[in-house]
């Protein structure tokens, strides 16, 4: 598969994790607030590309570790994104009016930050080599 066609994949499954991400983000709001329930609403949607990622994305590819260990690392290095996601995230939060839509545009602008680089990390370092 070429470049491209994996990066749009990339993006689909990114998609997926973006409405993961902000339906659990929804659904915790209002117990654990704004900023907190990024925590878990992260970790769902970050298992959910991974599982999606390994299937669509990189299904050319392997890690060539175990797959709790691909997890992991996965996880990991998907910290890296997730630390730009959570930053954009919470600056937009901090500057955009207080409407009904502020948390939903500010996950999107989070994770479009943070995907190149969880690109960057899923296909350089976990997904690296190439089958057959």
């Not at 689909?12 to 929804?26: E, H, I, K, P, Q």
């Not at 996950?107 to 960057?120: D, E, P, T």
């Amino acid at each position: 598969m070429n470049i491209r066609k994996e990066f749009l994949i990339f993006g689909v499954v990114g998609t997926v994790g973006f409405l993961v991400d902000a339906g659990v983000l929804y659904l915790l709001k209002g117990s654990l607030g704004l900023y907190w329930a990024r925590v878990p609403s992260f970790f769902c949607a970050a298992t959910a590309t991974w599982l999606l990622n390994r299937q669509f994305t990189f299904r050319n590819r392997v890690s060539g570790v175990s797959i709790f260990q691909e997890y992991a690392k996965y996880f990991g290095l998907m910290l890296g994104g997730g630390a730009v996601n959570y930053l954009v995230y919470a600056i937009a939060v901090s500057l955009l009016p207080a409407v009904s839509y502020r948390p939903l545009a500010s996950v999107a602008l989070g994770s479009i930050a943070g995907m190149f680089i969880n690109y960057f990390f899923a296909r350089y370092f976990v997904f690296r080599r190439k089958l057959g």
